[in-house]
């Protein structure tokens, strides 16, 4: 755990320097008057947080230490603390219930958000706990995508079913669960296409996997989980809200956090969505998504020294 906290905070380290250093150009032993706390609101802002958090976390502040000196460590404690309280109700593992078998987990997305590279460690993870996972390439428009799945599946032994480049994707969804079902595996993982939001023939087709699947059972899929690169900052908000339009957005997983200072975001969509946010990736490799707990994110997010 504590190798996981040390790549977080690495991860998060682009985020957590602009926030800190901002914080601490504004806060050099001052006492917390209107402008400090009007300059802390912008850093938020700017710190992609959000306009409702940041008014939060200001109005907190200025009730509790209005008029006082403030140190900047302080400050940061103070910081920390509002952001795992914020992020503390939607930070939940994904839990798999083993007796549906297939337990399915739908994966979608933007193009290049990170999908198919988190269905790859989901898999991987949830074979290292003893599940049986099975997978859907039900990517059909690109070849590298059901490649890069068949790759995995060999090292994993887990099944990989696909179809020809061009097929229909909801048709391979649905025989995909007759076969994790006949297979009894734990956890059926269906990886999709990338799809811009105002791309409506692709957004059409995402609505009928779903349809499709529920012909076998109206509670598929069991998770749908929206795959959100966490370095496009707040457009993250509208990918949320038109996904969430076409299909019922069961969860967010963030990635590329290592690669980005927009990590705050992370705060924002916690507080704007109330979605639960199952997990985070901070590198490539299968070790690098891991399960989200708020008070880790807050202090790597915050505090620059442990
Ligand atoms: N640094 C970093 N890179 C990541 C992370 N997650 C995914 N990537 C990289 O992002 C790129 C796109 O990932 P994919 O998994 O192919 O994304 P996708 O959503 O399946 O893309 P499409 O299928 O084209 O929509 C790849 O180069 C991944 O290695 C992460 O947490 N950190
Ligand atoms: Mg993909």
Redesign the pocket.
């Known amino acids: 755990m504590a190798g996981w906290f040390n790549k977080l905070k690495n ?1 998060l380290k682009k985020s957590s320097d602009k926030l800190t250093d901002s914080v601490t150009q504004v806060f050099t032993h001052k006492k917390l008057d209107d402008q400090t706390l009007d300059s802390l609101e912008e850093v938020l802002i700017t710190a992609d947080l959000g306009v409702s958090v940041a008014s939060q976390i200001v109005d907190q502040l200025r009730d509790e230490r209005f008029g006082k000196e403030i140190s900047n460590d302080e400050i940061l404690t103070f910081l920390a603390q509002k952001i795992s309280e914020i992020l503390d109700p939607v930070a939940h593992k994904l839990k798999i219930d083993t007796t549906k078998k297939p337990y399915v987990v739908l ?1 979608v ?13 989901m898999a991987k993870q949830w074979t290292d706990e003893g599940l049986k996972v099975s997978i859907a390439a039900c ?1 059909t ?2 070849a ?2 059901v490649e ?1 799945l068949e790759v995995w599946g060999r090292r994993l032994d887990v099944p990989v079913f696909k179809k020809e480049l061009g097929a229909d994707a909801a048709g391979l969804a649905y025989e995909s669960y007759d076969k994790a079902r006949k297979n009894q595996d734990d956890v059926l993982l269906i ?5 811009l939001q105002n791309n409506t023939d692709l957004m059409n087709e995402l609505v009928k996997i779903v349809r499709v699947l529920r012909k076998h059972d109206a509670d598929l899929p069991h998770a749908c989980l929206l ?1 959100l ?2 370095t496009v900052g707040q457009n993250a908000h509208s990918q949320v809200e038109t996904f969430s339009k076409m299909v019922d957005v069961t969860g967010l997983i ?6 980005t200072a927009k990590g705050g975001v992370v705060v924002s969509l916690a507080d704007k969505f109330k979605l639960p946010i199952h997990a ?5 490799s299968a070790e ?2 891991q399960p989200f707990t708020a008070k880790d994110f807050a202090k790597g997010l915050v505090l620059k020294n442990e």
């Open positions: 991860g994966m997305g933007v193009n290049g958000s990170g999908k198919t590279t988190t269905v790859a460690k990517d428009f690109r590298a995508a890069q990886d999709t296409a990338g799809r795959v690169d966490a963030l990635t590329k956090l290592d690669g985070i990736g901070v590198g490539e690098d998504l």
